[in-house]
């Protein structure tokens, strides 16, 4: 008996090394192209397809945070001139002179601003134009490689089926539940649905936060910021993970493996022991993640870190709590 059961296993082995490996092996070649520097040519046509896609449209958003900075810094300008003129006023000791330079600085600042806003709102309407076909770009490269994936997982599950059925050797009550429990898993598993949930979480689908005018008068409302999420031009998902860094089934390369959301370590250790920066709030902010800080301008929180290079800061609140901001809501103290 112990020959016989021996047999068996020997037979198991030689299914799974000279068919599910050679058919896995097989598809990886031809599915994953190396190229000479390093990486996988189907990662590299994807990353250039985005950033194709990104780079009209990138540009004009450059442009777009240009002209609001220069409108917002005239603002500034016209209602300082204002309080210096209003101050100036009520002093005895000033000159007509001194009277009328400070009217012609108010003057040329209210130009200033009706200039800068002109030419703000025009770029605004220019990357309004630009976002349709920014939108349909990006959805084609996306949809490709969502084709890439569905190929991937159908496979995956044609090959998963193999190998249950190569390892069920018996079909006694000791292994039937595990294997029936098994069979049931894969067979749930649905290529369309994990699509679906991809494309609405971190694609076309997802939510999104267009550029809007924003009037620089006393506190606003928001700030601009370019669509969340890896589909957009840049968000919190290149923080934690690359949208196409490896596209093969290795363990270490596999952008989803994330030991830190499953008992990691925590990334604000080291910051929270040290004092910081004190900072005031802008704008208002609502965190929209578990690991952002939400906070009302005018309060003040103190900085832990250097803005990184998609413009956020560790933080933390007066009441403890640690998480990251938008770099541009808060100025130093």
Avoid at 72 to 81: D, N
Avoid at 197 to 225: C, D, H, I, K, Y
Avoid at 295 to 320: H, I, S, V
Wanted: aromatic share 8%; charged share 35%.
């Amino acid at each position: 008996e112990a020959d016989k059961v021996s047999e068996l296993h020997q037979e198991v082995k030689n299914s799974l090394l000279n068919d599910d490996f050679e058919k896995v092996k097989n598809w990886q070649k031809d599915a994953y192209h190396k190229q000479i520097m390093g990486g996988f040519k189907e990662a590299k046509e994807a990353e250039d397809g985005f950033r194709k896609a990104q780079k009209p449209w990138a540009k004009k958003l450059k442009e777009l945070e240009t002209a609001k900075k220069a409108y917002h810094l005239a603002c500034k300008e016209e209602k300082l001139a204002m309080t210096r003129e209003a101050n100036s006023k009520a002093e005895q000791s000033n000159t007509p002179e001194q009277q009328k330079k400070l009217q012609d600085k108010v003057e040329k600042c209210k130009q200033d601003v009706q200039k800068t806003q002109e030419k703000y709102e025009k770029v605004l309407d220019e990357l309004n134009k630009c976002t349709p076909q920014y939108i349909e770009s990006m959805e084609q490269v996306f949809e490709q490689c969502q084709q890439f994936e569905e190929k991937r997982l159908n496979f995956l599950k044609e090959v998963l089926l193999d190998i249950k059925r190569h390892l069920n050797l018996a079909e006694s009550s000791s292994y039937a539940n595990v294997y029936r429990e098994l069979e049931q898993t894969i067979r749930l598993s649905d290529a369309q649905e994990d699509l679906r949930w991809f494309r609405s979480t971190s694609g076309p689908g997802m939510a999104m936060n267009w550029p809007q005018f924003e009037v620089r008068l006393g506190t606003p409302a928001g700030a601009l910021a370019a669509p969340r999420g890896g589909w957009a031009l840049r968000d919190r998902h290149e923080r934690g993970q690359t949208y196409s860094a490896e596209w093969s089934d290795d363990e270490g390369s596999n952008s989803f493996n994330t030991s830190e959301a499953n008992g990691g370590t925590n990334p604000f250790d080291e910051e929270s022991a040290g004092k910081g920066v004190r900072v005031r709030a802008l704008y208002d902010y609502d965190g929209q993640e578990q690991d952002e800080l939400s906070f009302k301008a005018g309060d003040e929180l103190t900085k832990l870190g250097e803005e990184d290079e998609q413009g956020w800061c560790k933080g933390r609140l007066d009441n403890g709590q640690l998480g990251l901001y938008p770099a541009n809501y808060v100025e130093a103290i």
